[in-house]
Nanobody, 120 residues
Framework: QVQLVESGGGLVQPGGSLRLSCAAS????????MGWYRQAPGQQREFVAD???????NYLDSVKGRFTISRDNAKNTMYLEMNSVKPEDSAIYYC??????????????WGQGTQVIVSS
């Protein structure tokens, strides 16, 4: 199994910036796509962004131009750079990673979530 550890959430003012990190661990596991979802209180979890192992990226329309997803394959770590944040970006952010084990088992692991609060 691949384990994910998130960090970087917190309180930020509207218009400010925040950087989330998601580190994956798992000996000899291949990490494929990685991404972020978020869930605000009383709402369903929604896709935010993802990045393939080759660097192809997708974004939720409302975060395009403000958020940037990236990854360091050597470190098995993914980042979400959040700029010009808005109150509606407030949510718990969950990272995920799709993986393949040494015996060709595939799966998806999730991080524990990190809370982002955008408020003045």
């Amino acid at each position: 199994q691949v384990q994910l550890v998130e960090s970087g959430g917190g309180l930020v003012q509207p218009g400010g910036s925040l950087r989330l990190s998601c580190a994956a661990s798992g000996t000899n596991f291949r990490i494929d796509a990685m991404g972020w979802y978020r869930q605000a209180p009383g709402q369903q979890r929604e896709f935010v962004a993802d990045v393939s192992a080759g660097g192809l990226r997708n974004y939720l329309d409302s975060v395009k131009g403000r958020f940037t997803i990236s990854r360091d394959n050597a470190k098995n770590t993914m980042y979400l750079e959040m700029n010009s944040v808005k109150p509606e970006d407030s949510a718990i952010y969950y990272c995920y990673a799709d993986w393949m084990s040494p015996v060709a088992e595939v799966g998806r692991s999730w991080g524990q979530g990190t809370q982002v609060i955008v408020s003045s």
